[in-house]
């Protein structure tokens, strides 16, 4: 008898920028929480308004788009807060640069129609902290980016998978893995063809290339590995390289799902 999954998450978006129907990064862990905000209302229509947690790995727009919409759409109907995980950084520049009453209502500081509450709680998080919701634990861990950023070791029962989020080089990250059989998938980035390491290096994102020589760095051969965040404008040339030269790596689109035993 087959073993019954312990959880699954599915990519609400899956990639490094917005073009026609390609959605940013974000991912559902259940019908309550996220990672990441960069395509929650295309993407989950009327299931947004279950939504009451939201992991933000680092401020970077396409990360956070949605925040925004998400809670201008679930104000009237919610008896709860909306909670936003992040570091400190990064939720002082979501606080200071989107939601200031400037370029977006401050929604913090209005309280809810249907309770005292008020429509949004920021909440601090530091790297290795474990936070428990809703049956999950979540460990930030640290991304090498060119801001603040935390990738996410998500677990439930036995099983987790790491999200690392945007990320250049990163050997820890990866000892990490070694270290923790518990971990049966991580998900990672390629966001440029290879021949554009210049920018991929300044803006300390993946080439198929450099991915190839951080994987050395991992040692197990029994994870499952996933890439997203593809650029848009790079899409089939990106796919073809990864695949020639990642070919044990599997490319995330909008809607794929990943379950864990």
């Known amino acids: 008898m087959p073993r019954k999954s ?3 998450i599915k990519i609400l978006g899956a990639y490094g920028g917005r073009f026609k129907d390609l959605g940013t990064t974000c991912l559902q862990i259940s019908e309550t ?39 201008d759409y679930t104000f009237r109907y919610r008896d709860q807060a909306l909670n936003i995980y992040g570091h400190r950084e990064t939720l002082d520049a979501i606080k200071s640069y989107v939601m200031n009453w400037n370029i977006w209502p401050e929604f913090s500081s209005i309280r809810l129609l249907n309770s005292g509450d008020y429509a949004v709680n920021y909440i601090e998080i530091e790297e290795g902290q474990e936070i428990q919701v ?41 000892e990490r893995v070694n270290e923790d059989s518990s971990i049966k998938a991580v998900i990672t980035e390629v966001s440029f063809p290879s021949y554009m390491f210049n920018v991929a290096e300044v803006s300390k994102h993946h080439t198929p290339r450099t991915l190839r ?49």
């Open 6 to 8: 312990k959880f699954q």
């Open 33 to 71: 929480i996220l990672v990441d905000a960069g395509n929650i209302m295309r993407a989950l229509g009327e299931e947004s308004l279950k939504i009451n947690h939201v992991f933000i790995t680092h401020a970077h727009l396409d990360h956070i788009v949605d925040i925004p919409f998400l809670v």
């Open 134 to 174: 809703d049956g999950f634990t979540f460990i930030p861990i640290e991304s090498n980016h060119t801001v603040k950023t935390f990738g996410y070791i998500i677990k439930k029962g036995s099983s987790a998978i790491l999200f690392t989020s945007d990320t250049f080089k990163n050997p820890s990250l990866w």
């Open 213 to 261: 020589e951080d994987l050395k760095n991992l040692k197990r051969e029994n994870v499952d590995l996933y890439v997203m965040h593809l650029k848009p404008s790079a899409l089939q040339e990106l796919k073809k390289e990864i695949k020639e030269i990642l070919p044990e790596v599997e490319i995330l689109s909008d809607g794929d799902k990943i379950e864990l035993q």
